[in-house]
Each structure stands twice: as structure tokens, then as C-alpha cells.
């Protein structure tokens, strides 16, 4: 069975759904962003834990959904988070 066609009679509507396409929206409330990073806590030895458990998940998931390898994925939540004035 062969793919249907469609002809296009508003132009304008589609141009602009082409676009949307394209658009990604990331939210963030204020809780997650004052969260973001651990409290510093320097007890025991060792490097001291510099961000969330929120964080590390917040990035694997848009390393997942965007298939982006781990820098990448970090990248893109710092120029987010540029944007944001964070």
C-alpha cells in the first residue's frame, strides 16, 4: 500500500508547524534549580559531592531523550541554564 499524499492549502499553518517542530521547551521550576547542587558538607575524606541526586538525573534523562553522549548532555544544560541567567 503505497504512503498517502496530502495537498497543502494553507501554507502559512504549515510553515509555521515546520518550525514548532524544531522547538524544544525545557522547564524548570525554582525548586529544582535551588536543589541543583548538594550543600557542602565536608565530614568525612574525599571530594566533597557537588551536585544532586535531581542534577545527575535531570542530565541522564536528556542525555537519554536527545541521545547525547554525556558531555553533550552537559553542555546543553549549561547553555539552558545561561539562558536562564542561572
Known amino acids: 500500500m503505497a504512503k498517502q499524499?496530502?495537498?497543502?492549502?494553507?501554507?502559512?499553518?504549515?510553515?509555521?508547524?515546520l518550525i514548532n517542530r524544531g522547538s524544544v521547551t525545557f522547564w524548570l521550576d525554582d525548586e529544582a534549580i535551588q536543589a541543583w547542587y548538594e550543600p557542602a558538607t565536608h565530614t568525612?575524606?574525599?571530594?566533597?559531592?557537588?551536585?544532586?541526586?535531581?542534577a545527575i538525573t535531570t542530565v541522564l534523562v536528556v542525555k537519554r531523550v536527545?541521545?547525547?553522549?554525556?558531555?553533550?548532555?552537559?553542555?546543553?544544560?549549561?547553555?539552558?541554564?545561561?539562558?536562564?541567567?542561572?
Request: glycine share 6%; hydrophobic share 40%; proline share 2%.
Open 44 to 54: 568525612s575524606r574525599g571530594r566533597p559531592q557537588r551536585y544532586s541526586d535531581l
Open 5 to 17: 499524499k496530502f495537498k497543502v492549502t494553507n501554507w502559512r499553518n504549515y510553515n509555521k508547524a
Open 66 to 86: 536527545f541521545r547525547l553522549t554525556l558531555r553533550a548532555a552537559q553542555g546543553f544544560i549549561d547553555s539552558i541554564f545561561a539562558m536562564m541567567g542561572v
